[in-house]
C-alpha cells in the first residue's frame, strides 16, 4: 500500500507517536476492513488529509468510501454523526468499526470547498449557515458527541497553538 508523504507527515504531526505507531499497521488495517465488510481492493482517494481513504466497492459493485484513521475522539464522534445523520444532508452512512478506526460509507463525488469558493468570508458564513440551518437531524437523547462549545474552544486553542495555522483565523475573534 502507498500511503501519501501528507497523510503521513500531517497525521505525525497532530497525533505523534500514536500516529507513528498505527502507520505501520495501516495495510493490515485496510485488509482486515476489506476482509470485514467484502470490499475490493480500492485506489487511495485523490486528496488525503490525516484519514486513509480508499474508493473501492462492495461484493455487489457498489461504490463505496473506505475510511480509516486513527483511532480518536474525533473520529468515534464522526462515526457517531454520520449514524444520526442516517444519509439526510451527509453522506450515506453504512457501517464502522471502532477497534480499527474505520468508517463504510457511500462514495459522493466532492464538489467545490467552500473555502474555495471565491466568495468572501461573509458570504461563505451565509452559505455554511444556511447548509447548517437545513441539518434534518435531531440530536439522540443519549450520545456521546461534543457540545458545539468544546469543539469551537478546541478549533480556537488549536489554531492559536499550531504555528502551520497561525493566521487562518483573525486573532480577533
Not at 480500492?42 to 486513509?52: E, F, K, L, R, T
Not at 440530536?139 to 492559536?160: C, I, S, W, Y
Request: proline share 8%.
Amino acid at each position: 500500500m502507498d500511503i501519501p508523504q501528507k497523510l503521513v507527515e500531517n497525521a505525525e504531526r497532530v497525533f505523534g507517536d500514536r500516529a507513528r505507531a498505527w502507520l505501520p499497521g495501516l495495510p493490515g488495517v485496510a485488509a482486515a476492513c476489506r476482509d470485514r465488510w467484502d470490499l475490493a481492493e480500492g485506489i487511495p482517494a485523490p486528496h488525503m488529509s490525516m484519514n486513509y481513504i480508499e474508493l473501492t466497492t462492495t461484493a455487489e459493485d457498489c461504490p463505496v468510501a473506505l475510511k480509516i484513521g486513527v483511532p480518536h475522539d474525533d473520529l468515534y464522534t464522526e462515526m457517531e454523526a454520520l449514524r444520526a445523520y442516517d444519509g439526510q444532508a451527509a453522506v450515506g452512512f453504512i457501517d464502522s468499526d471502532h477497534d480499527l478506526g474505520a468508517i463504510l460509507m457511500d462514495r459522493v463525488q466532492p464538489g467545490t470547498m467552500l473555502f474555495q469558493s471565491g466568495c468572501d468570508d461573509a458570504e461563505q458564513t451565509r452559505l455554511a449557515g444556511a447548509i447548517m440551518r437545513e441539518l434534518p437531524v435531531t440530536v439522540p437523547q443519549e450520545h456521546g458527541m461534543p457540545h458545539l462549545t468544546d469543539q469551537v474552544a478546541k478549533a480556537f486553542t488549536r489554531n492559536r497553538t499550531t504555528p502551520e495555522l497561525a493566521g487562518t483565523m483573525p486573532e480577533e475573534l
